[in-house]
């Protein structure tokens, strides 16, 4: 079973950047799952989490929903067992709370991160963007 936690949330203005960290601790030897960035605005239910992004602790492949190709970078660092996603570019609409999440398969989905496939979710960091 994994575990997650993500850091870095905060406010920033539109046009800006920040960066979000997902510390991932427990069964990480196998290498066989896939993290995935989620985005959860108000007002929306939980199974409304849109994904984001994603990276195959496998093979190292990523997936960008439309929306934030181009602005927003996943990546992992070994050393310090971390899934970051850079966002650069910020818009107001980016504003929710970030979510950081496990799936136990191989590799992301040509489709994108799905909630219900979640196994594993960190607690959450809320991102604000606005001037």
């Known amino acids: 079973q994994l575990q997650l936690v993500e850091s870095g949330g905060g406010l920033v203005e539109p046009g800006g950047s920040l960066t979000l960290s997902c510390a991932v601790s427990?069964?990480?030897?196998?290498?066989?799952?896939?993290i995935d960035w989620f985005r959860q605005v108000p007002g929306q239910e939980r199974e409304e989490r849109e994904g984001?992004?994603?990276?195959?602790?496998?093979?190292?492949?990523?997936y960008y929903k439309d929306s934030v190709k181009g602005r927003f970078t996943i990546s992992r660092d070994n050393a310090k067992n971390t899934v970051s996603l850079q966002m650069n570019s910020l818009k107001p609409e980016d504003t929710g709370v970030y979510y950081c999440?496990?799936?136990?398969?191989?590799?992301?989905?040509?489709?994108?991160?799905?909630?219900?496939?979640?196994?594993?979710w960190g607690q959450g960091t809320q991102v604000t963007v606005s001037s």
């Open positions: 427990g069964s990480t030897s196998s290498g066989d799952y896939v």
């Open positions: 999440a496990a799936e136990y398969t191989f590799y992301c989905s040509m489709y994108g991160p799905a909630e219900f496939e979640v196994d594993a």
């Open positions: 984001l992004s994603c990276l195959s602790f496998r093979d190292g492949t990523t």
